[in-house]
């Protein structure tokens, strides 16, 4: 990474929304490092601007770290200029069912705020002197979930999500000293392959009458990591289609 192209860090860039960003940023050519569970699908690996790709399991302490280094060492001495925190959890039930507060195994909390808030949190921490390097922008995913009731995702997902909201304003705050913006998105109802039938019955709500893409997603976060955004930080944008408006 010599050349004059900017890099982006994109967590869960396997499927979905992380994979359709990761495409966006190449797309516009930077370089991307990325992770996932999975391995990079083969089409991508022959792209040269997809710098490198780590398979991670980001809830496990020991594989994270595995991780923070072993882009630190791709990066070396080069800035950062965008880390987007994309990988998420929301377990249900095996037939489907959203687990609230009352219902389902405690321990599953667990897991999910390891991946959705400390996870993020760790990240930022690995990478801030990358990001300072860069003046970097960070977007971290939380979800319409996290502000309003939802039919379909669980309590313990939703309140992660509230909190990494939180989290996106302490950050800014923090980061701001080190010329590192923070913000986040909160995504309505998107089309990607984990979405369920049942979601269908959600678009009357929508006022644009219509699913999201993850391409409207991608978009966005590219946005608040691009110079159009350089005075934006410590924000949420929804991406919701005028949903969370009810």
Partial sequence: MTDDRKTVIITGASRGIGHTTARLFLDRG????TCSREDTPEECKRDPKWTEHIPTDLSDAESLSHFIEAA???????????????????????YKE????LN???EAWHDVFELNLFAPLKLCRGFAAALHRGEGAVVNVSSI?????????????????TALSGLTRELANEFASLGVRVNSIAPGEIETEMLQPEYEMLIPRIPLNRMGTPEDVARTIFFLCSEDAGYVTGSELWVTGGQHLF
């Avoid at 060492?73 to 959890?89: F, I, R």
């Avoid at 959203?98 to 507060?101: A, I, N, S, V, Y």
């Fill in 98 to 101: 959203r687990l609230g507060c």
């Fill in 72 to 94: 630190n060492k791709a990066l070396g001495d080069e800035p950062l200029h965008a880390l987007v925190n994309n990988a998420g959890m929301s377990p249900k039930t095996s």
């Fill in 30 to 33: 930077w370089h991307i490092i």
């Fill in 145 to 161: 979930a996290g502000h309003l009731i939802h039919p379909f995702a669980g309590s313990a997902y939703s309140i992660s999500k």
């Fill in 104 to 106: 389902g195994d405690l």
